[in-house]
């Protein structure tokens, strides 16, 4: 790519200098995230993280299962409850769930579960990571008495009633925002993940430390992570372009944006907040765009990294004798 500023998206940069005038913040950020107001899109979220994730947990869903960042509703989680999780806790820094949606929500994830339909697969959904070799539903995940429990009308009552008080610690679904992260009690968490919400994080190293400290055990951490631009730049890798002051004129006063870590810094957070990575799948896509080309601070970008648009991870709490080793490895990251 011979010219770098062709790569640049001047509406960004225009929304971004627009936030900083009066009202501009609350203009940005009304459009939704997408994804969770579609029950399909939140079934085939969560059956994907659960059937990824099913070789290193013992049965079905059970416990508290927390997630980052749902977006427009609480469907993932809601998800992860009707699988038999007993406590769902939604952490977002922007509440773009309401009642009605979620409602709505839940009732047609109830029909999905009830006729245990197939997961929808690249056809329906072709951007939605992980891929999965079997789109069957997970039978041998969640038999059939485990899932007739766990959709007892009852229990879909309570969660509905759950859902009209979720700003109560303990109900059986919570949704507080990142400064209220320390009412989930250390050490009780089966599960813990997001969806296309950790690039956008200011300060992951501090998330992947409260999830670690979140975890029980024998917990299990997933996390879907994009690397691309969001439609920042004209490339799909071309928010690495944007020399530093230029991007603080892009982010400008949005609640988040993107925090243009590459996949190894973020694996790297990990090891170091004492997780040990047990999965990690890298998508790759060709890039136009060469290192040399890149802002200054991303030039020691590996190949690797410049051509990873998104990944698919699974950590767990490593056995006592060798955390040491994960809290002391190496930090790449602090280059970014
Ligand atoms: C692209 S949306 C993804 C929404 C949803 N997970 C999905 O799959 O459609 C990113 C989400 O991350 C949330 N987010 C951004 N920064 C966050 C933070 N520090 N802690 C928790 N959530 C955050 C945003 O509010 C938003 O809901």
């Known amino acids: 790519m011979p010219n770098v500023t062709k790569a640049y998206n ?3 940069i225009l929304e971004g200098a627009l936030s900083f005038l009066p009202g501009g913040v609350w203009l940005l950020s009304r459009k939704g995230t997408g994804g969770t107001t579609s029950a399909r899109y939140c079934y085939t979220v969560w059956l994907r993280h659960l059937i990824k994730t099913a070789p290193f947990r013992k049965g079905p869903p ?6 980052l960042g ?17 406590r769902y806790v939604a952490v977002d820094s922007v509440r773009y769930a309401d009642t009605q949606r979620n409602i ?15 997961v929808p697969d690249a056809r329906e959904f072709p951007r939605v990571k992980p891929e999965l070799q079997d789109y069957r539903f997970p039978d041998h995940l969640l038999p059939k008495a485990w899932l007739y429990k766990a959709l007892d009308p009852g229990r879909i009552q309570r969660i509905e009633s759950a859902l009209r008080e979720t700003q109560r610690t303990q109900s059986m679904v919570c949704y507080v925002d990142p400064q209220h992260k320390n009412t989930i009690p250390q050490g009780t968490v089966t599960h813990v993940f997001s969806q296309a919400v950790l690039e956008h994080v200011d300060e992951p190293n501090a998330v992947y ?8 055990p024998d917990g299990v951490m997933s996390h879907v992570i994009d690397f691309k631009s969001h439609g920042v730049s004209k490339e799909w890798n071309g928010h690495w372009l ?3 002051p230029l991007w603080r004129l892009i982010r400008g006063r949005r609640p988040y944006l993107l925090n243009r870590l590459p996949c190894s810094a973020h694996l790297d957070m990990i090891r170091a907040a004492g997780f040990a990575l047990v999965s990690v799948e890298r998508t790759h896509l060709p890039s136009s765009i060469e290192t040399r080309q890149l802002a200054r601070r991303f030039r020691r970008l590996s190949p690797e990294d410049l051509t990873t648009s998104g990944v698919f991870l699974v950590a767990q709490k490593p056995p006592m004798a060798t955390r040491h080793l994960h809290q002391s490895a190496c930090v790449e990251s602090q280059a970014f």
Do not use: K, M, N
């Open 209 to 216: 430390t409260a999830c670690h400290d979140w975890l029980a």
């Open 10 to 12: 001047f509406q960004a």
């Open 242 to 244: 944007y020399p530093d």
């Open 70 to 86: 749902p977006g427009d509703s609480l469907g993932i989680g809601l998800a992860a409850l009707l699988s038999g999780a007993e």
């Open 104 to 118: 709505e929500v839940l009732g047609e994830l109830v029909a999905l579960f009830r006729q245990r339909a197939p």
């Open 62 to 67: 059970t416990g508290t299962v927390v997630e």
